[in-house]
């Protein structure tokens, strides 16, 4: 079993950084591939990001490429995920999520699930 907890979200204006954390519980979590996902308001929960359980690999949706940074540190049991240029349509509560064995950009395949943090873009 895998607890998850998320951090870092906030209100940033467009331009600015954030850096969300998900902190997990567990002697296994170098064996979890990671994933971070989004919900707006009235919308789908939609994929961001995933790393492979190494953090040798990792995946991005296209409107966030080239912006967002997903990290892992084993040895922390943590997740990262580093958001520049953000943007109004970036806002959202973001979730970590946990997956084996293999990262997938499906929220359908992860296990566990942490609560949620919010991000507000303002304009």
């Known amino acids: 079993q895998v607890q998850l907890v998320e951090s870092g979200g906030g209100l940033v204006q467009a331009g600015g950084s954030l850096r969300l954390s998900c902190a997990a519980s567990g002697r296994t979590f170098s064996s979890y591939a990671m994933g971070w996902f989004r919900q707006a308001p009235g919308k789908e929960r939609e994929f961001v990001a995933a790393?492979?359980?190494?953090?040798?690999?990792?995946y991005y949706a296209d409107s966030v490429k080239g912006r967002f940074t997903i990290s892992r540190d084993n040895a922390k049991n943590t997740v990262y995920l580093q958001m520049n240029s953000l943007k109004p349509e970036d806002t959202a509560v973001y979730y970590c999520?946990?997956?084996?064995?293999?990262?997938?950009?499906?929220?359908?395949?992860?296990?566990?699930w942490g609560q949620g943090t919010q991000v507000t873009v303002s304009s």
């Open positions: 999520a946990a997956d084996q064995p293999l990262p997938s950009s499906s929220w359908l395949e992860y296990d566990y």
């Open positions: 790393i492979s359980w190494s953090g040798g690999s990792t």
